[in-house]
């Protein structure tokens, strides 16, 4: 008998042991991240290169994270990456704050950190950031190592 409840114990720790799992997972992968209920507004930067860049990925400054990435499409014109970053309205920044992309550490998530500028105007819902950053691509860097590498052996 009391092998009975054991096994019944164990098992109800497991159910909820999963359903906790389930419902982690599910609550990171819908993004769901409180940000305190401020309105945003919407501005967009261009880079020729995003890298690995995310829709939902955080928008810095100063390591405070103040909006997230809303979209991220190719311009047909100039093909360039238009990503559009919806920011919390507290966070005000003037028309030439700066943009980059940045990695957390060395193989961490992206994100984008915007710098804040010298004008007194500040950035409006639907403006654009013309001072961007591309991402730096680890492979890229690595490939232009190589061949350097081999250049400068090739030489000798």
């Not at 819908?30 to 955080?58: C, H, M, R, W």
């Not at 980059?100 to 105007?121: C, F, H, K, P, R």
């Not at 013309?130 to 991402?135: N, P, R, V």
């Amino acid at each position: 008998m009391k092998r009975n409840v054991l096994e019944l114990w164990v098992g109800v720790f497991v159910a909820l042991g999963v359903a906790a799992l389930l419902f982690l997972s599910f609550k990171v992968a819908s993004g769901t991240e409180q940000t305190g209920g401020s309105a945003t507004y919407t501005v967009t930067a261009s880079f020729n290169d995003i890298g690995g860049l995310k829709v939902k990925a955080p928008v810095k400054s100063a390591g405070v994270v103040v909006g997230r990435v809303g979209s991220i499409v190719l311009n047909p014109e100039d093909y360039r990456a238009k990503v559009t970053m919806h920011l919390q309205q507290p966070y005000q920044f003037s028309r030439d704050a700066s943009a980059q992309i940045l990695t957390s550490g060395i193989l961490g998530e992206q994100y984008i950190g915007l710098m804040q500028g010298a004008e007194e105007a500040t950035l409006a819902n639907g403006d654009n950031i013309d001072l961007t950053s591309d991402a730096l691509v680890l492979e890229q860097l690595i490939g232009k190592f190589m061949t350097s590498f081999a250049e400068k052996n090739a030489g000798e």
